[in-house]
């Protein structure tokens, strides 16, 4: 190697070390005047970090506390009427399934025939679920409202009632529920789930197709309807 190389890679080998780890940890000074990497497109709408559940019922609330207990009430009836009822055998059935279901619908109706509208809804938890709704509604565009109702049925809400499934050309696909709402409103066990029906929101017994409580006049795009 003749000098003029060597000098060359002497300045390499020497510029190398003084960005690595041959000069030590990097000033204070020098990291805290770094600019911050750009935000990846996910990391900047906070998908990454999702902010945490803050307009739900807050526990602990009266209003949670309530419509929880109501709720358990119902599920303790549900499985009384489905322990009473003889075990279904074959489960890939389809007919099989929809004779159990509508037997398992009869008899929660006959077991809560006196229920009515407000037996989970109650006025105080009632008063909640609006808030919520109102305040989703409100952050909303008129036409997004109108397309969250677009597969909904105008059906009005009954206990102990069907949720429509079938059509003059056959079954429905049930309308989907927004998934913004699911994250502000009360968890809900496996057995039952929110849809909107009519101008309503119901809690539906997904398993029995039952209408167990509802409340009026709350549905995004048909508010003031009734």
Known sequence: MNRSR???FTLIIAGACGFSACSGPAPESLVASQPPLPLTKAQD???LTPAPKSTTLAPPNEASTEFMA???EYLAL???VENSMPKLTTTNDP???AERAAKLAAG???ARKDATQGVIF???VAAEFRRILAADAASRTPQERADLMTEVPATAAAINGQYPIDSPTGPLALPSFPPNLLAVLPELPDTVEYRFLGTSLVLRDASANLIVDYLTNVAPGRV???
């Open 122 to 124: 109650t006025a105080k």
């Open 224 to 226: 003031n309807k009734d």
């Open 108 to 110: 929660l109706a006959a």
């Open 95 to 97: 007919k099989n399934i």
């Open 45 to 47: 709408v906070g998908t």
């Open 78 to 80: 549900r499985t009384k």
């Open 70 to 72: 109501r709720l358990d």
């Open 6 to 8: 060597a000098r060359v």
